[in-house]
């Protein structure tokens, strides 16, 4: 099966092994928000995926 390269380029793989990724649609109408939340909107977190899904888009 072949990897779903668009949804691939949106997750990064640690290390460890843990699935990181950025939440969704947080790159437009920023500027009102405080710098804090400009960069906590930056931060990538813990992206839940069971094994399935991870051999199916990502290849494993």
Do not use: C, D, W
């Not at 969704?24 to 069971?50: D, I, T, V, W, Y």
């Amino acid at each position: 099966m072949k990897t779903n390269k668009s949804f691939s380029k949106r997750l990064k793989v640690s290390k460890n092994g843990k699935i990181k990724a950025r939440a969704p649609g947080q790159n437009h109408f920023n500027a009102k928000e405080s710098r804090g939340k400009q960069l906590e909107k930056k931060r990538q977190g813990n992206f839940p995926m069971s094994t399935g899904e991870k051999r199916r888009y990502l290849n494993f």
